[in-house]
């Protein structure tokens, strides 16, 4: 009985159809976004109040319709490259045996 569950679980998990593959590829990508929130601190910031962060997301739409979209949009990426890259240079020195120099 366990090896057939075993079996069966393995088969959903090679499981290649269309819709399966779109399916995992929407949920990592949904998942990627759930972690910019908590990155941002965003969570900790508003108590995990959903509510005001649905809020908050629909403020920042609105921005992006306005006539400053394109201002906003490459400030706001500026700032987020300079984050991922002071995040990434941050692990590089954590990283046993790393001098942080090349």
């Known amino acids: 009985m366990a090896a057939k569950h075993r079996l069966e679980a393995q088969r959903a998990w ?3 159809r269309d819709w ?3 399916r995992r590829e929407r949920t990592r990508h ?9 990155k941002a601190g965003l969570v900790e910031l508003t108590g995990d109040d959903r509510t005001l ?5 629909l403020e920042l739409a609105d921005t992006l319709k306005g006539e400053t979209r394109e201002q906003v ?3 706001w990426r500026r700032r987020g490259g300079r ?4 995040e990434a ?3 590089q020195q954590q990283k046993p045996g790393m001098s942080g120099t090349k």
Request: proline share 0%; glycine share 10%; charged share 25%.
């Open 89 to 91: 240079e941050a692990r």
């Open 73 to 75: 949009m490459v400030l």
């Open 53 to 57: 962060l649905y809020g908050a997301f």
């Open 14 to 16: 090679v499981d290649m």
């Open 20 to 22: 399966v593959v779109k």
């Open 30 to 38: 949904l998942i990627e976004l759930g972690g910019l929130v908590a």
């Open 83 to 86: 984050e991922f890259k002071r």
